[in-house]
């Protein structure tokens, strides 16, 4: 849920891993961020592919037990914003009672509260996530320098860049058992890995 930095960086991660992504994005948004896209990475200063994703615009097109994993990638103010309240609790019904976890990646004061009372979803459905990669949406105006090339950054949609301990993610434990199945599948790209 979400196609800036931070989705486009876990979701380029986990297409690594071979798993099938699909972007939900605001209505009349969807052509902008069809496959495929370009990702500019620090690390080794080359453009990354992505393609073979999908983009909705709908949370209608969204069944319940479709998809294990939904991230949720609003901050902690969009969150509480009447859209972000809305589209919470329109993810909440359509996942409640299913296998499907959700992990958000918004902060905030009583954030995780305020998921689990829209959403009205168990505890143990919800897990935090954390992007540990440093990223950020290509049009950001930041100084460029060797050997970063700016023509590169220009056809990218988001750059990023791993820490040097190569985790580009982390989620908590309170479900050890689901943590463990989204740490395995991100882990599988053999680029990032992810922690908790």
């Known amino acids: ?32 961020f069809d496959s495929p896209q370009k990702l500019y990475c620090y690390d080794d200063a080359t453009l990354k ?23 949720i990638t609003l901050d902690g103010n969009a969150s509480r914003t009447s859209e972000g309240i809305d ?17 958000m990646c918004g902060f905030g004061n009583g954030i995780r509260e305020h998921y ?32 970063t090339d700016p023509n590169q950054i220009a056809q990218a949609i988001v750059c990023y ?9 982390q989620v908590e434990t309170n479900n050890k058992v689901v943590a463990k199945q989204f740490i395995t599948l991100y882990n599988r790209s053999k680029v990032s890995r992810c922690g908790q």
Not at 9 to 17: D, E, I, R, T
Not at 60 to 66: R, V, Y
């Open 87 to 103: 589209m919470l609790s329109q993810m909440g019904d359509i996942v409640r009672d299913s296998a499907t976890t959700v992990i």
């Open 161 to 169: 860049k791993h820490p040097t301990n190569g985790v580009g993610f």
């Open 1 to 32: 849920m979400g196609a800036g930095a931070v989705g486009f960086s876990v979701g380029y991660h986990l297409h690594l891993s071979g798993t099938d992504i699909t972007f939900l994005v605001r209505k009349g948004r969807k052509a902008t």
């Open 49 to 71: 592919n992505f393609s073979d994703f999908n983009v909705i615009e709908d949370l209608e097109e969204i069944k319940p037990q479709q998809y294990q994993f939904i991230i």
């Open 116 to 147: 689990l009372q829209v959403m009205r979803i168990p505890e143990d459905q919800l897990l935090r996530g954390i992007l540990s990669t440093l990223s950020h949406q290509s049009n950001a105006i930041f100084p460029v320098h060797k050997p």
